[in-house]
């Protein structure tokens, strides 16, 4: 999620992907932001996807099962 207390998910995902240890695991950014910056920053940080609240179950599974 973007919106997290202490850090949020944008620091969370540079973290993860500037990790050598982490840097392939698949990131879905889950959040109630749906602006158009937002998912521009999370693409351009390497976010392998974006998905807005609310969503279906269904949306989301296809999405996580594209990652895998």
């Known amino acids: ?5 202490e850090m949020d998910g944008f620091e969370v995902l540079k973290r993860v992907k500037n990790n050598p ?3 392939i695991i698949p990131v879905i950014m889950l959040t109630a932001r749906s ?3 937002d998912f521009e920053k999370a693409i351009n940080s390497d976010a392998d996807r ?3 609240k609310p969503f279906k ?7 996580i099962r594209q990652l895998l």
């Open 50 to 52: 974006y998905v807005a």
């Open 35 to 37: 602006a158009g910056a």
């Open 1 to 5: 999620d973007i919106d997290m207390p």
């Open 57 to 63: 179950t269904k949306f989301l599974l296809e999405k």
């Open 21 to 23: 240890a982490t840097k």
